[in-house]
């Protein structure tokens, strides 16, 4: 089974703060996302990488970056927290572009 | 741009039929399907590929209507099990790193 996971279930930080949030796949996927997930809005796409340090802007890229170093790690950096992103954040990886993606179970992000 | 799903919310009961639509105003080359439940992280039902396929698990099918850039979810004969929030994402593979851009879903909740 692919196993995509979090580093954190739950994270609180404060306005200003830089934030780092992991997420890491088991399954050689070549492709990883982040999105985040607002009561009305669904999911929406922020970042997504189809290859090692290779980086592609997603519909909400701004206030955020990402870094992929190794191909099962993918993490998503807020450079100064701000209140707006206070969100759940969903991981996700796929085999391929046109394939399924399996996500994992989200960090739930509170900035103070 | 989001995919517009609709209905927004239904409710079922447990026995009844229901369909969801997703529309979108670009061209589609795929469109995937993922089911949430409460608490806890999307999980794939199935995509279908640009050439107007149907597809179809136990319950629940799926079509893809092309020239009208829409697909629709079927789940027949529901079960408590069915209920959670369906998402549809839809890729317009632009020939660059294709991505998914989801709809703001629609809570189906199944009762007795």
């Known amino acids: 089974d692919v196993k995509v996971t979090q580093s954190s279930r739950y994270l609180v930080k404060r306005t200003g703060e830089k934030v780092f949030l992991e997420c890491v796949q088991d399954m050689d996927h070549e492709n990883m996302f982040w999105y985040r997930q607002d009561p009305g809005l669904g999911l929406r796409l922020i970042y997504f990488?189809?290859?090692?340090?290779?980086?592609e802007k997603g519909d909400i890229p701004e206030g955020y970056s990402v870094s992929r170093e190794k191909k099962e790690r993918f993490s998503l950096i807020l450079e100064s927290a701000s209140t707006n992103q206070t969100s759940m954040y969903l991981c996700?990886?796929?085999?391929?572009?046109?394939?399924?993606?399996?996500f994992g179970p989200g960090t739930r992000l509170t900035v103070t | 741009q989001q995919p517009v799903q609709s209905p927004q919310a239904v409710i079922l009961r447990e026995g009844e039929d229901a369909v969801i639509n997703c529309s979108s105003s670009?061209?589609?080359?795929?469109v995937h399907w993922y089911r949430q439940k409460h608490g806890e992280a999307p999980v794939f039902l199935m995509i279908l590929l640009k050439g107007g396929e149907q597809k179809g698990h136990e319950k629940i099918s799926a079509s893809f209507n092309e020239k009208k850039q829409q697909s629709s979810l079927y789940l027949t004969a529901s079960q408590l099990s069915y209920s959670g929030t369906y998402f549809c994402?839809?890729?317009?593979?632009?020939?660059?790193?294709?991505?998914?851009?989801f709809g703001t879903g629609t809570r189906l909740q199944v009762t007795l």
């Open positions: 994402g839809t890729d317009i593979n632009t020939g660059t790193a294709s991505k998914l851009t």
């Open positions: 996700a990886s796929s085999l391929d572009l046109s394939y399924e993606q399996y």
């Open positions: 990488s189809y290859d090692v340090k290779m980086k």
């Open positions: 670009k061209a589609l080359y795929s």
